[in-house]
């Protein structure tokens, strides 16, 4: 069983950046090919970033590219998403999310993803 804490979420400004943290319980989490995920009040859940379990992959929405970056740090067993630039558009409650079943491979679907956080609040003000 893994267990993921997000963190870092809050208010910034339009052109601002934050950092959200993931924090992962569990052994294997290096093992682990992890996602960030949004949700938009009235839309649907949306892929935004991800990364392998090996970390030499990662694969980004085309609506966040260049703006974020995905890493991760086994010895902390913690995920972060650093973003920059933040649009308006980007305000959502952003999930952390854990594939047991890649290692050198992400994927963008999230009914691979078997285990989820929480969310934390991201406020892009105009």
């Known amino acids: 069983q893994v267990q993921l804490v997000e963190s870092g979420g809050g208010l910034v400004q339009a052109g601002g950046s934050l950092r959200l943290s993931c924090a992962a319980s569990?052994?294997?989490?290096?093992?682990?090919?992890m996602g960030w995920f949004r949700q938009a009040p009235g839309k649907e859940r949306e892929f935004a970033a991800a990364?392998?379990?090996?970390?030499?992959?990662?694969k980004y929405a085309d609506s966040v590219k260049g703006r974020f970056t995905i890493s991760r740090d086994s010895a902390k067993n913690t995920v972060y998403l650093q973003m920059n630039s933040l649009k308006p558009e980007d305000t959502a409650v952003y999930y952390c999310?854990?594939?047991?079943?890649?290692?050198?491979?992400?994927?963008?679907?999230?009914?691979?993803?078997?285990?989820w956080g929480q969310g934390t609040q991201v406020t892009v003000s105009s």
């Open positions: 569990g052994r294997t989490f290096s093992r682990y090919a």
């Open positions: 990364i392998s379990g090996s970390g030499g992959s990662t």
């Open positions: 999310a854990a594939d047991p079943n890649r290692y050198y491979t992400t994927t963008t679907n999230d009914r691979e993803y078997d285990y």
